[in-house]
């Protein structure tokens, strides 16, 4: 291999390792950024877990014989396959086009800093195509601003000095958008996602320059002497913060794979996981791992033979799935993440978080259910095998969820199958969509009548505020309960039973024939039965149906039908 390829190769992984390093880092400090002050992982988390996916993209490869080329497209590939969420899908394009930047640069003798200029450039471009409505004051106006550097020139005379002005001119971009976005200004924070962008910039100085020197970021809670003992500490471990501690999921699945596929398979698992487990005989194999990255171990299945039967079980939230089915149906009983084996013209795949809710979608039809919801987005590469997985040529998928929403959607677009996503935001939605799904009706048929069902819901949900804010009708103090709407913020009250009063009396009109209670963790039977008294004596004739949904975080979500 080339040496100057060889070593711009080299220098593309560390940029990504040392992002990866500093997302983990920081990612606790970026989630507190969100000035919705509902309880979600968001930027941060999903920032994270988006490079988490392009680290095992690499280490899947071979570093001594691997060209700029093959590397590129590794990056591309798990950026692409890990995006998480609103902020990891832009990521992705960002980062998809700074690699194929940096590789122009090397095909054609140029320098690396020559590269981080034309990525940045494209990378900033590819962002803003994939956002249907760019918002000004978000990471698409820093990454804009500083790739807006380029235009400079100086990148070739002068590569270190332009190195500095570039990172001054993405925290300058970063500073400023409190003024483009009222919202921040108001909760007194920078955008999350625009933090994020920094300290991928910030990775790209500390590759480039031998006398790095690390930047304070008092907006992330973090300058002076205790931003540098913990930026230094990344600089000399490197690689070790994409290393996989305190590990989230376990995952199981039976996997139908030739023995030669299996030592490969074994290899691909050992860089992405623990308390592996990978055993079997005349090409059936029973396969456990813990991990971080749920998509990557499926994926390695589906790269050594055919997974099924796949299990995910979310640690630190203790929700076991052997739990969801003595609760439903007594041992024995079907796995309801499986895939369903009844054959339908169209099938539908599910979203959700919370073991009553995975029943419910279960029982209405959903075919493959995704775990995932607002504690946790699924990754392209979730959504992808899942997709992989159902029988039917044409697939209908219900995200659940706004930041899942575009994960979904492109997913869809790397299936080979006819996929369409109903842009559903809420559990509510999913099931009223639900409603009206016919398996042996085309896709076609199913979007209208389904898109009609949910447009004729009214959704809410009631969670606890995380840190104090504001909202049109005044403060909020942490850990009061917001009533939130289509709208946004309806109710606020230190109260769970008058927050959620308060925001029924908002969501029940007058046509109102149904009202859908679901129970997540938080609610109370003594909440719920005053609930319930409450709306059968103001509205008489309106019928109450009432779930036990077992979601994280929100203690209640309600749906006006």
Known sequence: MDHAQELFAKQLIGVIETSAGFLELFKDSINRLNVYPVPDGDTGSNLSLTFQSMLNEIDALDRESMDIGSCVQAISKGALMGARGNSGVIFSQIVRGFAEGV?????????????????????????????????????????????????????????????????????????????????????????????????????????????????????????????????????????????????????????????????????????????????????????????????????????????????????????????????????????????????SATAVIAVANGEGIGRIFRSMGVNRIVLGGQSMNPSTADLVSALDEVEADQVIILPNNP???????????????????????????????????????????????????VARVVAGEVTRAVRSSKWAAGRISRGDYMGIGKEGILSVEPSLLEASRKLLEILIFPKAEIVTVIEGEGSSQAVTRELSEWIASKWPHIEIELHHGGQPLYPYLFGVE
């Open 103 to 343: 590789k122009r640069a090397s095909d054609s003798g140029e320098s690396f800093i020559c590269g981080v200029a034309w990525g940045l450039d494209l990378g900033s471009k590819l962002a803003d195509e994939a956002v249907l409505k760019p918002v000004e004051g978000t990471i698409l106006t820093v990454a804009r601003r500083a790739a807006g550097t380029t235009e400079t020139g100086s990148f070739d005379e002068r590569p270190l000095e332009w190195v500095h002005q570039l990172r001054q001119s993405a925290v300058e971009a970063l500073l400023d958008t409190p003024r483009l976005l009222p919202i921040l200004a108001e909760a007194n924070v920078v955008d999350a996602g625009g933090a994020g962008f920094v300290l991928f910039i910030e990775a790209i100085v500390k590759i480039v320059d031998p006398d790095y020197q690390e930047l304070e970021m008092p907006w992330l809670g973090v300058s002076g002497a205790a931003g540098n003992e913990m930026i230094g500490a990344i600089a000399e471990q490197g690689s070790q913060y994409g290393d996989v501690t305190d590990l989230k999921y376990e995952v199981m699945f039976l996997l139908e794979a030739t023995d030669a596929a299996i030592d490969g398979f074994r290899e691909v698992w050992a860089g992405i996981g623990d308390s592996i487990v990978v055993v079997g005989q005349d090409g059936l194999w029973n396969c456990h791992i813990h991990t971080d990255d749920v998509g990557a171990s499926i994926e390695a299945g589906v790269e050594a033979g055919r997974p099924r039967n796949i299990r995910v079980t979310d640690l630190s939230e203790q929700v076991r799935e052997e739990r969801w089915v003595v609760a439903a149906h007594g041992s024995g009983a079907p796995n309801p993440l499986g895939v369903s084996a009844e054959g």
């Open 403 to 453: 930041n899942v929403i575009p994960v979904a959607q492109l997913a869809a677009e790397l299936s080979s199958r006819h996929v369409v996503v109903i842009p559903t935001r809420s559990v509510i939605e999913g099931f009223a969509a639900l409603m009206e799904f016919d398996p042996a009706a085309e896709v076609s048929e199913n979007v209208e009548t389904m898109v009609g069902s």
